[in-house]
């Protein structure tokens, strides 16, 4: 069984910052892979970044990275220049490749943009 | 990526009767995932619906309440059954690709409220 663990129910960052949304997970398998996606108001579950357990470079996607720390089982993301249209709920989420496309999901995290 | 539709995508249904979600992939996929998101919750997965077999559900969840039908490669659904204002929830399908893209792709949703 694997775990996914969002330890920031709230965040809340000023246009133009950068904010940093945490996550940890759990599993006692070698191949994986990480996700974070977003979900704005509209529901819609869309893909931030994806990152494989078994690279050690960083993912990075526009102003979007990660920092992967894969002994302490870390995942954050990293959103640089905070827009508006970034407010949404962040989920954090990790997929065990010997158990098809099943994701397993933190709890989430709500990120406010301030203008 | 991959288009993914949902039907319906909101509505109000009535305590004690039953609805059916139904999701259509723009190409064929092997594994179908159906996750459900109750109010201010992260997504927790109900079933993994594969094609020419019964549908396998995760703890917490019986066919009886939930049938899944899958009845080609391209095409679900997902019977909430005898609702219970408790079923007022997001229901998400969801299917992977693998390859150099290795995504999860998820449908709008539809979300219900049993009143």
């Known amino acids: 069984a694997q775990t996914v663990t969002q330890s920031q129910p709230e965040m809340s960052v000023q246009e133009a910052e950068t904010v940093t949304l945490s996550c940890t997970y759990d599993?006692?398998?070698?191949?994986?892979?990480l996700f974070w996606y977003k979900q704005p108001p509209s529901r819609q579950m869309i893909l931030v970044i994806r990152?494989?357990?078994?690279?050690?470079q960083n993912a990075t996607e526009n102003r979007f990275s990660v920092n992967f720390q894969k002994a302490a089982k870390s995942f954050s993301l990293k959103i640089s220049d905070s827009q508006l249209g970034d407010a949404a709920m962040y989920f954090c989420?990790?997929?065990?490749?010997?158990?098809?496309?099943?994701?397993?999901f933190g709890g989430g995290t709500r990120l406010m943009v301030k203008p | 990526s991959a288009v993914i539709s949902q039907k319906p995508s909101r509505d109000i249904c009535q305590r004690g009767t039953s609805l059916t979600i139904q999701c259509q992939v723009d190409?064929?996929?092997?594994?179908m995932f159906w996750y459900r998101q109750q109010p201010g919750q992260s997504l927790t997965l109900i079933a993994t619906?594969?094609?020419?077999?019964?549908?396998?559900?995760e703890s917490g969840f019986v066919i009886d309440k939930f049938p899944i039908s899958r009845p080609n490669l391209t095409f679900s659904t997902l019977t909430v059954s005898n609702m219970s204002p408790e079923d007022s929830s997001i229901y998400l399908c969801?299917?992977?690709?693998?390859?150099?893209?290795?995504?999860?792709?998820f449908g709008e949703g539809s979300w219900l409220t049993v009143v």
């Open positions: 969801s299917v992977g690709r693998t390859g150099a893209g290795n995504t999860i792709y």
């Open positions: 599993t006692s398998e070698s191949d994986y892979y």
């Open positions: 990152q494989e357990a078994y690279k050690q």
């Open positions: 989420a990790c997929r065990n490749n010997n158990a098809g496309n099943m994701l397993t």
């Open positions: 190409s064929q996929v092997t594994m």
């Open positions: 619906a594969n094609q020419g077999s019964e549908a396998t559900y």
